[in-house]
């Protein structure tokens, strides 16, 4: 990578959580980064001559222009692009609302690549740079209420593997993180909209303490979000990064538990769910 200016990286999903973690760790490294939301009131305490606050729905084609545009005038470059702006929809899908599903995957799937193919041409400009997908162990492991999240991670984790021969020509890297538990608000946020299906008109309806416990199993063996930062970063920023980054809780045991026959696992996870 031909650099002649200081380290330049630009965040999605700064608000709180993993997106918030990573602009304090980059600002702890002394990179000029740009951070983002959809909004900037939320990214408290990140002004300063190091940081540039910036306004980024990824669903939105104009807003990503708008924001990487401002990003290359401020910085000259974009050396690391960190897409990390998502959320997981809980639900079961013989009844996930399709308009849910839908933005569930603009959001996780189609946005990332949005930010993609603003940013690669600036990086092939400047000789190079490295894509950090911020990913799940999720992908490779479908659980009951969990199918569209799961779904949706993998494909940008199937979208990364295509992409990454396709710009390593350019010089530039692609680093997918296979995230386990990190210790955020995530669980939480995943919550939200189950209370359609305590509801009676819900095959599921009795079913919604199952729900919860697939909201919240992000919290089993949860690694600090800094810690997780610091290691996604020190990853990022090798001279030759890894394609996988396996980190934080459930992020090894999970692809041995993937492994299982399919009718294995489903009675597995069936049982563990409630589902018999």
């Known amino acids: 990578m031909k650099r002649d200016r200081e380290r330049v990286v630009l965040i999605t999903g700064c608000s709180s959580g993993i997106g918030r973690a990573m602009a304090e760790e980059c600002r702890r490294r002394g990179f000029r980064t740009v951070v983002t939301a959809r909004d900037p009131a939320a990214l408290t305490g990140f002004a300063g001559d190091r940081s540039l606050i910036l306004p980024l729905d990824v669903t939105d084609g104009v807003s990503i222009d708008r924001a990487v545009a401002d990003a290359i005038e401020w910085a000259g470059g974009i050396d690391i692009l960190v897409n990390n702006a998502g959320y997981a929809l809980v639900g079961p899908v013989a009844e996930v609302p399709l308009d849910g599903l839908r933005r569930q995957l603009e959001t996780n799937v189609v946005g990332a690549v949005a930010v993609v193919q603003a940013v690669v041409p600036h ?154």
């Open 123 to 276: 990086m092939i400009s400047a000789g190079g740079g490295c894509i950090v997908n911020i990913g799940s162990v999720s992908s490779l492991l479908a659980t009951p209420f969990g199918g569209a999240y799961s779904a949706s991670k993998a494909a940008l984790h199937l979208l990364s593997d295509a992409l990454r021969p396709e710009v390593a020509p350019f010089g530039i890297h692609v680093v997918v993180v296979r995230a386990g538990g990190v210790a955020t608000n995530f669980p939480e946020a995943a919550g939200k909209g189950l209370e359609r299906y305590r509801d009676p008109s819900s095959i599921y309806h009795d079913k919604f303490g199952a729900m919860e416990e697939r909201a919240a199993m992000s919290k089993n063996l949860a690694m600090p979000a800094a810690d997780f930062a610091r290691r996604t970063m020190d990853a990022a920023t090798r001279r030759n990064p890894p394609a996988i980054l396996k980190i934080a809780g459930g992020s090894r045991i999970v692809p041995v538990v993937a492994m299982l026959p399919k009718k294995l696992l489903a009675s597995v996870l069936g049982r563990k769910f409630g589902l018999r």
